[in-house]
């Protein structure tokens, strides 16, 4: 079973970047899928990307795609999401989660079984 801390997050202003980090300990990090989510106050929690075991396929929600990348170090068990260009309406709680897939699979976004605790973003305009 792995777990997963989330770091990173923060006060910016609108514009700014911000690198937010998922750290994994107690499993084979390099068996799972790993993806980003975020909840704001009054919402539903939404997908944000994703990426697949080895780091080479990834997936985006339309509301970040060219904004945000997502990547993997399985060597440091972490993965990175590189949030710019932040617009207040970035501001949520952001969870990390893991999914035990295949090789080249990223997770549906239904299929995670790990999640994080979260991290804070705020973007102010």
């Known amino acids: 079973q792995v777990q997963l801390v989330e770091s990173g997050g923060g006060l910016v202003q609108a514009g700014d970047s911000l690198r937010l980090s998922c750290a994994a300990s107690?499993?084979?990090?390099?068996?799972?899928?790993v993806g980003w989510f975020r909840q704001a106050p009054g919402k539903e929690r939404e997908f944000v990307a994703a990426?697949?075991?080895?780091?080479?396929?990834?997936d985006y929600s339309e509301s970040v795609k060219g904004r945000f990348t997502i990547s993997r170090d399985n060597a440091k068990n972490t993965v990175y999401l590189q949030m710019n260009s932040l617009k207040p309406e970035d501001t949520a709680v952001y969870f990390c989660?893991?999914?035990?897939?295949?090789?080249?699979?990223?997770?549906?976004?239904?299929?995670?079984?790990?999640w994080g605790q979260g991290t804070q973003v705020t973007v102010s305009s």
């Open positions: 989660a893991a999914a035990f897939t295949r090789w080249n699979e990223v997770p549906r976004r239904n299929q995670y079984d790990y």
């Open positions: 107690g499993g084979s990090f390099s068996d799972y899928g």
């Open positions: 990426v697949n075991r080895s780091g080479g396929r990834r």
